[in-house]
């Protein structure tokens, strides 16, 4: 079982994409558990605030640390955590490897940063890892959150239907996913590969790997430099 914790000052981008699908079977069968936690709750003063002016000027709000740090001992009041991880732009780049590591944790607290981001001592001292989900700056960590939520949680046992079927997901051997076809065989003229229709399942799983091969080469050729 795995518990993730997120904490954010926009609980409602997280709650759609995190209740649907495979996330929320994995939830509903106690899998995987996600609490969403409004950080607006340990704001400041009548208005719950929980941003500032930038010291020294300049545009965009800070996150300010004395909310973040109260919401996250009382968090760890409750429970251990593996990971406090802040989403971030210039954090290490989610990958597969990683996702395969995060999925064998047991508690994990995500922080998602709005505005100009979270104070830096935070970072510094509370943060243990920070993970990016690209090259690209989103408006909140809460989207980049949902996207480590999902690419974790559906590596947990029991998640997946058939209990394989994540071995041979794109990057899991460092090649991508082989072409799939389904139902009817022969759509507008165009035909599914007869080996697919061949029943020799041997024969059919060498044909995928040649052409997961075929693909990474062409698509990819980067992962299989790594090798
Ligand atoms: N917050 C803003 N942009 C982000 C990104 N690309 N990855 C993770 N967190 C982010």
């Given amino acids: 079982m795995l518990h ?4 954010t000052v926009v609980p409602e981008l997280l709650v759609s994409p995190l209740s ?3 996330l929320g079977r994995a939830r509903d069968r106690g899998l995987l558990e996600v609490d969403i936690i409004d950080l607006r709750t340990y704001g400041i003063g009548k208005h719950k605030q929980v941003d500032d002016y930038a010291f020294g000027g300049g545009a ?13 001992e009382d968090l760890q009041s409750k429970r251990t955590y593996d990971e406090i991880i802040y989403m971030a732009p210039d954090g290490e780049q989610l990958d597969q ?10 508690n994990i607290m995500l922080i998602c940063g709005h505005y100009k981001g979270i104070d830096e001592r ?9 993970i990016s989900i690209g ?30 079927s994540a071995l041979f ?16 065989a022969d759509f507008k003229g165009w035909k599914v590969p007869d ?32 090798e």
């Fill in 122 to 130: 935070i970072r510094e001292h509370i943060v243990t890892r920070e």
């Fill in 4 to 7: 993730i914790d997120i904490i």
């Fill in 60 to 72: 965009g709000m800070v996150m300010m640390p004395q909310p973040l740090m109260d919401c996250i």
């Fill in 169 to 184: 997901d794109s990057f899991q051997d460092n090649l991508v996913a082989p072409p799939a076809y389904t139902r009817p």
């Fill in 135 to 164: 090259d690209y700056v989103l408006s909140g960590g809460e989207l980049a959150a949902a996207v480590v939520v999902d690419a974790v949680g559906r590596l947990l046992p029991g998640v997946l239907n058939d209990e394989t």
């Fill in 195 to 226: 080996i697919l229709l061949s029943g020799n399942f041997e024969a059919i799983d060498a044909w995928r790997h040649e052409e997961a091969v075929k693909r990474t080469r062409h698509r990819r050729p980067d992962l299989l430099e790594d």
């Fill in 97 to 106: 490897p990683m996702a395969n590591n995060l999925s064998m944790l047991s």
């Fill in 20 to 22: 649907h699908s495979i």
